[in-house]
């Protein structure tokens, strides 16, 4: 009975972590965009690894760069998603995830095309799409260790709550930021 109990409080866990990391996403994908507005106007980029060609040798000088924020960040803002996908739907094909992930990324870049919330571009869906991937090998990688995927479950609910904590943290700091930084303008 108390495991029963264990699996199913782990289980809501992570679904209440999956939520907090999808309100978590759409701000980062839409929202913490505004201030940018009109700076990429309606660009679309269709040539894939072309963006990618022109970030990578700006890597090389600094990795503080906006070129390595755009690359991190859109490699890792879907691995989660990739980790998370397996064991909240419970498939076992993985090119049913690689799918999932591949839409939710061009959507994303539909979305902030036509509302002017950033610019489409191929290269974000190819590495979202490879960040997605990550996340499933990380799921594969856990699971291979942990042998059990109430363990899993476990390990992943304990992982998102430090970097939920942390991400939150990381916001209120930014809005700390941004509240002095608009009262030195008042």
């Given at each position: 009975?108390?495991?029963?109990?264990?699996?199913?409080?782990?289980?809501?866990?992570?679904?209440?972590?999956?939520?907090?990391?999808?309100?978590?996403?759409?701000?980062?994908?839409?929202?913490?965009?505004?201030?940018?507005?009109?700076?990429?106007?309606?660009?679309?980029?269709?040539?894939?690894?072309?963006?990618?060609?022109?970030?990578?040798?700006?890597?090389?000088?600094?990795?503080?760069?906006?070129?390595?924020?755009?690359?991190?960040?859109?490699?890792?803002?879907?691995?989660?998603?990739?980790?998370?996908?397996?064991?909240?739907?419970?498939?076992?094909?993985?090119?049913?995830?690689?799918?999932v992930i591949f839409i939710i990324s061009f959507l994303v870049e539909i979305i902030q095309f036509v509302?002017?919330?950033?610019?489409?571009?191929?290269?974000?869906?190819?590495?979202?799409?490879?960040?997605?991937?990550?996340?499933?090998?990380?799921?594969?990688?856990?699971?291979?260790?942990?042998?059990?995927?109430?363990?899993?479950?476990?390990?992943?609910?304990?992982?998102?709550?430090?970097?939920?904590?942390?991400?939150?943290?990381?916001?209120?700091?930014?809005?700390?930021?941004?509240?002095?930084?608009?009262?030195?303008?008042?």
């Amino acid at each position: 009975m108390m495991k029963k109990n264990y699996q199913q409080l782990c289980s809501a866990l992570l679904y209440v972590f999956f939520a907090i990391y999808v309100v978590i996403l759409l701000y980062f994908l839409f929202f913490s965009r505004i201030g940018l507005r009109g700076v990429e106007l309606f660009t679309i980029n269709l040539i894939p690894f072309s963006t990618i060609a022109e970030q990578i040798p700006q890597l090389a000088t600094n990795f503080r760069s906006m070129a390595f924020m755009n690359l991190v960040v859109n490699i890792f803002l879907l691995a989660p998603l990739g980790l998370y996908l397996p064991i909240l739907l419970r498939k076992k094909k993985i090119i049913i995830y690689l799918c999932v992930i591949f839409i939710i990324s061009f959507l994303v870049e539909i979305i902030q095309f036509v509302f002017d919330l950033g610019a489409a571009d191929i290269d974000d869906i190819i590495l979202n799409s490879f960040g997605g991937f990550l996340g499933l090998m990380s799921y594969r990688f856990l699971l291979a260790i942990l042998k059990k995927e109430c363990k899993v479950k476990v390990f992943t609910a304990i992982i998102s709550a430090i970097v939920g904590i942390l991400i939150i943290i990381f916001l209120a700091v930014q809005l700390y930021w941004w509240i002095e930084w608009n009262n030195t303008l008042i």
